[in-house]
């Protein structure tokens, strides 16, 4: 095989990577210039694999978000390690199809391996069945679908067989404050937002165990309860200690969303946010957030291996099947599939354990200093204190007499600003009622000069705004 494709990919990859830094962090280029780039007339005839290369590298230019910068704060996206960007250029080379043993010996026995390790690091049991999806998404829907079978179960009906037909209905309980993948994943199972009951959450973004209680006792049959680990706003770890059990005693099923706190456990400082959740029955994750693996890598374990095996495993008389090797189709939504769990092999290795819980505590450290920073510049105001990685700022109207719809607007203006100045990249949020700077800090790139340079162009921006000026 030509191999000048791969060497220009190598070549574009280290030059993006090496300007990461002094590129906008906001894709500067328009959609209408993006499109004038690519969308050219198809040619009938095809061109070197060395010049298509080039050419994606070119037109692709400023269309690219800096999501790798030390300066990315926005949402919540996770930076990429060199090992593990380079463990997926491997997987692409290798073109493997981890669907069953057969089709890829190594894709299934590195799954093994770091489905095993992840178990380790993140304290959950050790018996729990797992599997590597594309994202925390898929990662709910493969938790949810064995709680669906579960719990169904559990009144005699069997949803492998019988379908949803006319099965009891199952009742959802889960927090306000969840991420609404946790909604869409309901959906796909067939289980529809009113069958969602949305428990209300106390100040500190916490459902307590009154609420879970009432909402239980509200109703039989059929349960799922739905925790967060580390909420999208305040990074709100739901009591489980007390909550678990409760749900347990109703018969209910408890699936957490740790998209990217489930982390947290890893670290000494923020391990106690975590106490008692490994007494769920599954947990979502992600390994392309806070674990810096290339987009895209989720991961789902379930404390019950049958439920999990009984949802996903399919059979065909083509299949191959190695005593003891582990097929990932039994465990996994998709059936052809990227060998995602070299990317998260890699990581583990590249950091160590002591790496992991150093990055989550040198993360977290920098999105205090960010967030305090941010909230001592003239006209800022804290919103919600830092808790682990995620904060919450806002800029008030100076002007005599602004009303909270100015001080929305000032906020949303900053963040423009700031973004369109690409230095640094920011989300914002309604929370409460009002609008705010959203602070998350989840990339390994991220140091304490990226920090100071963030909070200087975020004080530009302010002394830019013109209502800044005006007292
Ligand atoms: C990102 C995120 C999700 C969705 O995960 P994907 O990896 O994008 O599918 C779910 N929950 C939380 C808390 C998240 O931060």
Request: glycine share 8%.
């Amino acid at each position: 095989m030509d191999h000048s494709a791969l060497d220009r990919a190598a070549w574009h990859a280290r030059r993006y990577l090496d300007h990461v830094d002094t590129r906008s962090v906001a894709a500067p280029a328009t959609r209408d210039a993006l499109l004038a780039r690519f969308d050219i007339p198809l040619g009938a005839e095809g061109l070197p694999a060395a010049r298509v290369i080039d050419d994606l590298a070119a037109a692709a230019e400023g269309g690219q978000l800096g999501t790798g910068s030390a300066r990315f704060f926005a949402w919540v996206i996770g930076g990429a390690l060199p090992s593990t960007i380079a463990a997926e250029w491997l997987v692409s080379a290798w073109d493997q199809n981890a669907v069953i043993y057969a089709t890829s010996p190594v894709s299934s026995v590195v799954e093994e391996v770091a489905g095993k390790w992840l178990l380790d690091l993140l304290r959950l049991p050790a018996t729990a069945s797992f599997a590597f999806t594309t994202g925390c998404q898929m990662a709910h829907f493969t938790g949810l679908a064995a709680a669906r079978d579960h719990v169904l179960r559990a009144v005699g009906w069997d949803v492998g067989t019988q379908g949803l037909a006319g099965s009891p209905p199952i009742r959802v309980l889960a927090s306000e404050l969840r991420h609404v993948s946790l909604d869409r994943a309901l959906r796909y199972l067939g289980i529809g937002s009113r069958q969602l009951e949305i428990l209300p959450v106390d100040g500190d973004g916490l459902i307590t165990p009154r609420v879970l209680e009432g909402a239980l006792a509200r109703g039989n049959g059929p349960t799922i309860v739905g925790l967060n680990a580390g909420d999208l706003n305040t990074a709100a770890f739901d009591p489980y200690p007390t909550l678990i059990p409760l749900a347990h005693a109703h018969g209910a099923w408890v699936h957490i969303d740790g998209a990217f706190g489930l982390f947290a456990r890893t670290s000494e400082r923020f391990a106690a946010l975590t106490d008692g959740m490994e007494l769920a029955d599954s947990w979502a994750t992600d390994c392309h957030k806070w674990l810096n693996v290339p987009q895209d890598c989720g991961f789902a374990a379930v404390r019950h291996p049958e439920a999990h095996r009984r949802a996903m495993t399919i059979h065909d008389s083509y299949f191959v099947s190695e005593q003891a090797a582990r097929d990932p189709i039994d465990w996994t939504p998709e059936w052809s599939r990227r060998a995602r769990a070299f990317g998260a092999y890699a990581a583990l290795r590249e950091l160590g354990r002591d790496g992991v819980a150093r990055l989550i505590d040198r993360n977290s450290a920098q999105c205090e200093a960010l967030v305090r920073g941010l909230a001592a510049l003239p006209g800022a105001e804290l919103v919600a204190a830092p808790r682990l990685n995620q904060g919450l700022v806002r800029f008030l109207d100076p002007r005599l007499g602004a009303t909270a719809a100015d001080h929305d607007a000032r906020t949303d203006r900053v963040i423009e600003t700031v973004n369109r100045g690409g230095e640094a990249m920011f989300g914002g949020v309604t929370w409460r009622g009002r609008r705010a700077m959203r602070v998350c800090v989840v990339n390994s790139q991220t140091d304490e000069a990226a920090v100071q340079r963030t909070i200087a162009a975020v004080a530009r921006s302010l002394s830019a705004d013109p209502e800044g000026h005006r007292h």
